[in-house]
């Protein structure tokens, strides 16, 4: 048996929803499919509620565009009979809907507990629809069978309850079944719950785990994890295979390609998960199982990064050999709902750095000031303090404990190329080194790390040239000339990143092509003066940066000093020669 789990691209419209009708009905083996609400629908359940709870009155036109975009998905997927048997659920079900609106806007109040019966109507709906597209398919009330207890606020999974009510529905399943993801119920009131945003992938899991089932798939819009986020490393790669822990890493730190906590009961189980591409079903995807296969010379997975990170800060000379500490700082936040990805302690226990979302940051503080209030009084602790806007970047892989000097690369690599690091932590494991950075650094390390570890099979050299005459021109179609030589034989990438002339320059971060870079300057409407071409290439923070400078102008030389603070060091040069103009020279990271 497997079970697939299908996100809300994957039945975000008409064309989609064909995909996964074709997908589902060509297995031979039993299936349970557990859906997601349509693409953008919980969002539009929430937003609604919200502007009701507010005396908003257009909450009655967001309520009408949810009830049409339902209607448009299946008239475009049903007729006869099914489509009059699907419209005719809708209706009733969105009519309930309608008036728990209505009592919203009426009383001005949107409880946590109405909060979670309005977003359960987004999967009660959109598992009707795809029961009834699929051939053969049984729909199951996912409400009946998911069963949660409150803990601290939370709902969570009550596997007591739910594992026997799974086996209980799907003991003799032999074809195709279809369950809301997401919503639940509370075990002991019955009322309407959800596991939280992501919760359908946790739903799929629990399945899965209950039914011993052979594979658990996570059909989504992207081919699998990649080596780093592609917004920002456009070569990035899927990763063919993880571990569990590897996969939880990942996600744990910003790689949104499946919840995390959907890894949990499956792992116990020794259960495969595979993460597939509903828009290109013939990708091989991620598998993710207890032994993934390793390249040799990869030590590290991949990247990952959280850019919404606050540090709050405790320190003081008083937490020197105090027992219970540190204690009091976990349990005080736990208490209060915050949540921590990142530690950092000095081994002289005077400071305690911790990593959270920027929102929780400030109230933090005030609750560990009113905790260590008698400590500030007497000056045992000095300062309770937050730094806000930076970011966290993780480094994963199972097979970097066996590989001595991957810190020392890391802190190295990220040194030369002027990163500064504000806060790091390893755990024994060495599965995960993470560190702190400011957020504009954010792209610039990610790339030197993806470059320096080796996850390209070539290194990249940025160049920012100014001057474009005999010798600049020249430099050009030599590197024109080179670019492929290099790239395939010295596993070397020149890219051109940034052109000037004396009256116009141009940018580009993925590269300017040298085959057309006159034309391109010449269309150019950015004025060319050596404040902003220093400032461009600030904004542009690149990493392995050259300057190549082919003027004798000597207000271009004096913007060398500046850049130099920002991307690397001069490479030395004859004494002679350090105090004349340059027919070229360059700036090198």
Known sequence: MHVLKLGGTSVGSIASIKNVKQIVESRNEPVIVVVSALGGITDRLIATANKAAAGDKTFEQEFEFIRQRHFDVVNGLLDGEDLTAVKLFITGTLDELSNIYHGIYLIRELSAKTLCTVVSYGERISSRIIATVINGAKWVDSREIIKTVNVYGKNVCDFDATNPNVIGQFADHKGIAVMGGFISSDSKTGEVTNLGRGGSDYTAAIVAAALNAELLE???????????????????????????????????????????????????????????????PDAPGTLIHANPKHVSGKFIKGISSINDTALVTISGLGMVGVTGVNKRIFSTLADNGISVFLVSQASSENSSTIGMKNGDADRAVEILRREFAKELEFGEINSITAEHDLATIAIVGERMKQTPGIAGKLFRILGQNGINVIACAQGASETNISFVTTKESLRKAINVIHDSFFLWDYNVLNIFLTGVGLVGRSLLEQIHKQQEYLLQHRNLKLCVVGLSNSRHCIFNRDGIDLATWEEQLNASTEPSTPEIIREKITEMNVFNAVFVDCTASAEIANIYESMLQHIGRLRELPPAEAHRPQTWHQISV
């Open 218 to 280: 996570i059909w989504t819009d992207v081919d699998g994890f990649m080596t780093a986020d592609p917004r920002v490393i456009n070569t990035a790669y899927v990763i063919p295979e993880l571990s569990f822990v590897e996969a939880m890493e990942l996600c744990n730190f910003g790689a949104k390609v499946i919840y995390p906590p959907t890894i949990f009961p499956v792992y116990h189980k020794n259960i495969p998960i595979v993460i597939k591409n509903t828009f290109n």
